[in-house]
């Protein structure tokens, strides 16, 4: 089933988004249209599970498809993807008829789930996290500002981590629908890189929605449970933009002569190609390592308690700073190959290097990785292998 998948995101890739990369890169009106044509494919939210009518692609295989996606744009990649984070958790947490029926709306229109889970204060720290929900009868009404959230404007729901206004230890994930009144887009961010992809600051006025749009346990571990996926097709973004650096040297080499002959021949050139070869194949083996044990949890018999118990996985973790950090030495190492060229906004090489240093920055930087790494897998001592 994935093969034919994977064979059509390629297709879908090489006709639209291969060759629109200053498109992609001028900030263009999110979603692109390309969204809509990645749906009429039958390829939009492609890991949505069977039950709701989605494809149920795993997430190991799902590493192969967002290498291919970020191939032709991260940016349309990473928008495509986030969502991932928040229908896990509406799957394993949510009420079932919630779940039913967002998660179906989703997978019959191709829409968008927006994650509000940043505050200017509380980004890494969410313990700092000062959005608060006030329980009133049968309702909750969330007030705060979120700083970063990526497709909220053209979503059809929210999932928006706030903390109990009555017990500051309650921390809860609540579905808003998209249309609740009360939800300000504040601006678009005029990003760095990923700028074929849509980061909002969101500001949330007394919105009022029923209890039961409160998912089940701590907001804190269902947080870690979703980011377990959507760290891991961060982190797989990087490989796709690597596999695209390695493409454009290898033809940049085979026409640009050094020493008398082309630089494909020489033996410098040819060190760089294998190093970048070498990060590339340990970038996807860890992501789908991440991929593989994220999806055996969800194939137990108990998954949403499984997940729960084992939060954050220390293969998505390492996978996140990995990719990270390997995809960023082979962006340095692209921009250096064509020389000049390669620090101008006229080679694609610079929207590349912009695009791939994300993937160290969202959801965690390195030193946050560290430290969860640190007090999840080392001061446990049972816990280190
Ligand atoms: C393109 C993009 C899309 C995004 N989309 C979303 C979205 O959809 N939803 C959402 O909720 N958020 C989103 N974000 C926010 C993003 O996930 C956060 O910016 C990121 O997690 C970092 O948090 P922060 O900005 O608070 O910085 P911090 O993590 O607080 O980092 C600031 C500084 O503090 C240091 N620091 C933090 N923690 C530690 C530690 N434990 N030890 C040592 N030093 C530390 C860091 O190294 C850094 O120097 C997005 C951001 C971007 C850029």
Redesign the pocket.
């Given at each position: 089933m994935t093969a034919d998948i994977l064979a059509r995101v390629k297709e879908f890739t090489e006709a639209e988004l291969l060759g629109k990369e200053a498109y992609f890169d001028s900030r263009p009106s999110v979603p692109t249209p390309a969204s809509e044509k990645l749906h009429a494919a039958g390829l939009a939210n492609w890991w949505i599970p069977a039950e709701y009518g989605g494809a149920g692609v795993g997430l190991e295989e799902s590493v192969d498809i967002v290498s291919e996606l970020s191939y032709g744009d991260a940016g349309f990649a990473?928008s495509s993807f986030?969502s991932i984070?928040g229908t896990t958790m509406l799957h394993l947490f949510g009420e079932r008829q919630l779940a039913a029926r967002y998660l179906g709306e989703m997978a019959r229109t191709g829409g968008f789930c927006?994650?509000?889970?940043?505050?200017?204060g509380?980004?890494?720290?969410l313990g700092r996290t000062a959005t608060s929900f006030t329980r009133t009868g049968d309702s909750l009404v969330i007030t705060g500002d979120?700083?970063?959230?990526?497709?909220?404007d053209a979503a059809d729901f929210l999932l928006v981590?706030a903390r109990s206004a009555a017990d500051e230890s309650d921390f809860s994930v609540v579905l808003v629908p998209r249309d609740t009144e009360g939800i300000e887009i504040v601006r678009r961010?005029d990003?760095l890189g990923?700028r074929g992809?849509g980061?909002y600051e969101v500001r949330l006025h007394d919105c009022v929605v029923p209890a039961s749009h409160a998912l089940s346990g701590n907001g804190l571990r269902l947080l870690e449970a979703g980011l377990n996926a959507s760290r891991t097709l961060i982190a797989a973004t990087a490989i796709g933009v690597s596999r695209r650096i390695r493409e454009l040297s290898m033809e940049y080499a085979a026409g640009k002569w050094v020493k008398g002959v082309p630089l494909v021949s020489n033996s410098v050139f040819i060190a760089k190609l294998g190093q970048i070869e070498m990060l590339i194949d340990v970038m996807r083996n860890q992501c789908r390592a991440a991929g593989a044990e994220f999806d055996g949890i969800l194939a137990s018999p108990v998954p949403a308690a499984s997940i729960y118990r084992a939060g954050t996985l220390r293969t998505a973790l390492a996978a996140k700073m990995y990719c990270g950090q390997a995809g960023w030495s082979v962006a340095t190492t692209g921009s250096e190959m064509f020389g000049g060229l390669g620090y101008t906004n006229e080679h694609l090489i610079s929207k590349l290097v912009r695009d791939l240093r994300?993937v160290g920055?969202?959801?965690?930087?390195?030193?946050?990785i560290?430290?969860l790494l640190f007090s999840r897998y080392v001061v446990p001592a049972m816990k280190r292998r």
């Open positions: 990473f986030l984070l927006g994650i509000l889970v940043s505050e200017e509380a980004g890494s720290e979120k700083y970063f959230s990526t497709n909220t981590a961010w990003m990923m992809s980061t994300y920055l969202v959801e965690g930087g390195d030193d946050v560290r430290d």
